[in-house]
């Protein structure tokens, strides 16, 4: 069965299947083999489970930690943070590249505060870098568009979900 995940305007198919000794991974025609080593679930305080994941892609073995929000999936793996949204490729025009709203993948301690109020960013610039589990994580802007608010602050916990940027979209 393949799953769609968008990430911005990009559709991305995924499609697992048994094959012995974990699953044979498709991700865009690119073929991987996975391998579960362990998982560790938390509940967070909004009731949102979250995953720690220590899994071996292709005989390399790396931890991610995985949270479901609604129709959202937030992916920390090896220190890079990965947003998707479940289905198809929306046709409500900008909200194609992607929402403007950054969210806190997990729950963790602000590090850097990267934009202010009024800041001009493109997709991929850094926004905020997020300290959890002894990990930094670099959370970027999926649309470009102009900073409307920043709700993180530098030394300060945040829960998963919690949302620290929202860009408006457009030049």
Same mark, same amino acid.
């Given at each position: 069965?393949?799953?769609?995940?968008?990430?911005?305007?990009?559709?991305?198919?995924?499609?697992?299947?048994?094959?012995?000794?974990?699953?044979?991974?498709?991700?865009?025609?690119?073929?991987?083999?996975?391998?579960?080593?362990?998982?560790?679930?938390?509940?967070?305080?909004?009731?949102?489970?979250?995953?720690?994941?220590?899994?071996?892609?292709?005989?390399?073995?790396?931890?991610?930690?995985?949270?479901?929000?609604?129709?959202?999936?937030?992916?920390?793996?090896?220190?890079?943070?990965?947003?998707?949204?479940?289905?198809?490729?929306?046709?409500?025009?900008?909200?194609?590249?992607?929402?403007?709203?950054?969210? /806190?993948?997990?729950? $963790?301690?602000?590090?850097? +505060?990267?934009?202010? @109020? #009024?800041?001009? =960013? %493109?997709? *991929?610039?850094? !926004?905020?870098?997020?300290?959890?589990?002894?990990?930094?994580?670099?959370?970027? /802007?999926?649309?470009? $568009?102009?900073?409307?608010? +920043?709700?993180?602050? @530098? #030394?300060?916990? =945040? %829960?998963? *979900?919690?949302? !620290?940027?929202?860009?408006?979209?457009?030049?």
């Amino acid at each position: 069965m393949e799953t769609r995940l968008r990430q911005g305007a990009r559709t991305i198919g995924v499609t697992l299947a048994d094959d012995g000794d974990g699953q044979r991974a498709e991700i865009d025609g690119r073929v991987l083999h996975v391998r579960q080593v362990a998982t560790h679930r938390v509940r967070t305080a909004d009731g949102t489970e979250a995953a720690e994941v220590l899994v071996a892609i292709d005989g390399q073995t790396s931890r991610a930690i995985v949270v479901r929000t609604g129709d959202r999936i937030l992916v920390s793996l090896d220190g890079r943070a990965h947003a998707f949204a479940l289905g198809e490729e929306s046709s409500r025009g900008a909200a194609a590249g992607g929402t403007g709203v950054t969210v /806190a993948p997990m729950p $963790g301690k602000i590090s850097r +505060v990267l934009v202010a @109020a #009024g800041d001009a =960013v %493109e997709p *991929g610039d850094p !926004l905020v870098v997020l300290e959890a589990m002894k990990m930094e994580t670099t959370l970027r /802007a999926e649309v470009a $568009g102009t900073v409307r608010a +920043v709700s993180a602050e @530098a #030394g300060a916990m =945040v %829960e998963a *979900g919690a949302v !620290l940027v929202e860009i408006v979209p457009g030049g």
